[in-house]
């Protein structure tokens, strides 16, 4: 008679049973964990990976889903992403808190994903942990600050020049249809890549093939995670991040880390470029330590934190700021008397002070309208998050250590507890700030953790604007799509079809 000690012997089968209890017993303890805390949540299972299933369906359901959630659950509800605690919270108060208050306790982004980008990457500001994020956040503050925003005023404006000499070439062909995604992508890149690495790349000139930096910025975003095994890993079992990071796995292309890495040394080799030019990579290498140093907690920044905070810039900056560029002029083609408004405004404040200089560029009240009301509609950030270090009650709230805390800033911006007509565009709304909460409109973060580079980006976004504003009428096209638009999330935000729109040169400007 067949016996199951005829395939294995008593003490491999007693060895699996009890693999298999502890196992059990482990997936039990993880799956209660939201339950014990009396947090709402969708149930989940060992099939589902915890809710992962939803995700892996549409990646877009982790933040499109939110507010039928929050109908759901109410504001505070939870979810797993395979054994990894999610705690949504869409509570204005209990975010102040966590995002203010007791930011020491929630001082990092996350830490599922941040041992994984490689030795370069795993020093960038949105993955540094601990202590090694306070240092280079130290090191890099003076990078952004308004004495060397201004000094760096003049790349943006060159940068931003070549954008306007392009979009006059393409309003003289095929009636003025264009793709602004296309121009603003390249300008983006352009003023980035200017300032991080101290050289004139060439990403804008129409004359030639795409340049191989732009090849390489665009290779950086080719990050898919959602059906690869090792996003699979990392979310059932952190802890094989350690060993990722021991073998310096990434989750961004090779070929584009080494591209931008080299260039990173080319200009800390070369001893003959400009050093009286103020930009990123200029301040940065002024702050340049050793390994030994940052492991004292010396300020300053080593080669790989360089490195991985240039890419970092090109990351935010290139696709990030395009996009949003992308969908503020949209907005301004759609809503004629918006566009004419912020044209009348950018105008008056050239007049008075004599070109578009810093200055003005800083009173542009109804311009910074337009793109708060953009933000809000449009995210750069659909998803923020911060990671609990120790267990804390906040309001009633009990937030367990390792928990991450999910902030859903596309969530907020179209929550009709806090905006009349979330979905229509009216920059009426964002006339007093005073009046907005800014937990609820963060576009760029808040507490400690905000983005360092957000004024150097508006600067960017306002001086583009303004020069297209001043030498264009935007207008749509048949096949443009009517507002809202539907976005999507690919390492960025991005919408999810074409936007084409027709520029035609105003007359003031021929």
Known sequence: MYSPLDVLSLET?????????????????????????????????????GNLNKFKKDPDWFFKDTLERKKKHGPIFGTYLGFSVRVAILDPQILKQIQLKESEIFRDRQHTFGRSGGKEMNTALTAAMGDRWKRIRTSLSPVFSTSKLKEMFGIKDHCTDKMVENLKELSNKDDGHFLPKDVLGKLSLDVICSSAFNVDMHTQDSNTEESQMLKMGRKLFDIRLGGSIMFMLFMLFPSVERIAEMFDYSIFPAESIRYFAGLVDAVIKNKDCDKSRVDLMRLMLNAKISEEKAKTSEKGLTRNEIVGNSILMILAGFETTGNTMLFV?????????????????????????EGLTYDAIMSLKYLTQCINETLRLYPAIVVNSRYCEKKVTIQGVTIPKDCHIEIHNYAFGRDEEY????????????????????????????????????????????????????????????????????????????????????????????
Request: proline share 9%; charged share 25%; hydrophobic share 40%.
């Open 419 to 510: 905006w009349e007509n979330p979905t229509l565009f009216n920059p009426d709304r964002m006339e007093d700030m005073s009046k907005i909460d800014p937990i609820v409109f963060q576009p760029f973060g808040a507490g400690p953790r905000n983005c360092i580079g957000q004024r150097f980006a508006l600067i960017e976004m306002k001086m583009a604007i303004s020069k297209i504003l001043l030498n264009f009428e935007l207008d749509t096209c048949p096949d443009t799509p009517k507002p809202p638009i539907d976005i999507t999330f690919k390492a960025s935000v991005q919408p999810k079809e074409k936007i084409p729109l027709k520029i035609r040169r105003l007359k003031s400007s021929e």
């Open 13 to 49: 089968w007693i060895l699996l049973g009890t693999v298999f209890l502890f196992a059990r017993y482990y997936v039990n303890k993880q799956f209660g964990i939201l339950k014990k805390l009396n947090i709402p949540h969708d149930p989940p299972s060992i099939l589902k990976v």
């Open 329 to 353: 002029i949209y907005n301004l083609a759609v809503y004629k008397d918006v566009q004419e408004k912020a044209r009348q405004e950018v105008e008056e404040a050239v007049e008075k002070h």
